[in-house]
Nanobody
Framework: QVELVESGGGLVQAGDSLSLSCAVRGRTFSTTYMAWFRQAPGKEREFVAGQYWNGYNTYYADSVKGRFTISRNNAKNTVDLQMNSLKVEDTAVYFC??????????????WGQGTQVTVSS
């Protein structure tokens, strides 16, 4: 069993930065894939970024490539998402997920409760 708890969301202006953190509790393996997804109102949940628990095989959605960075904090046992140069279209609820296959949301077994990110113009 794995428990995921997100934190760090908030209201920022376009161009600002924000960091999200996903606290991971429970047993994970180096081959457990960790990912961030987001869901805007009226839209489907979409993949943002992901990597294996060991840090390998990092992928980003084209829409965030070069602006967002996913990383693992070993000391805190978290998976973090650093978001720079935020755009209004980045506004969404951001979810942490574990145990799935790359960008396929339906394959993920574990999900956090989500954290709201709102970017104003």
């Amino acid at each position: 069993q794995v428990e995921l708890v997100e934190s760090g969301g908030g209201l920022v202006q376009a161009g600002d930065s924000l960091s999200l953190s996903c606290a991971v509790r429970g047993r994970t393996f180096s081959t457990t894939y960790m990912a961030w997804f987001r869901q805007a109102p009226g839209k489907e949940r979409e993949f943002v970024a992901g990597q294996y628990w060991n840090g390998y095989n990092t992928y980003y959605a084209d829409s965030v490539k070069g602006r967002f960075t996913i990383s693992r904090n070993n000391a805190k046992n978290t998976v973090d998402l650093q978001m720079n140069s935020l755009k209004v279209e980045d506004t969404a609820v951001y979810f942490c997920a574990a145990g799935g296959s790359l960008g396929k949301a339906a394959t993920y077994r574990y999900w956090g409760q989500g954290t709201q990110v709102t970017v104003s113009s």
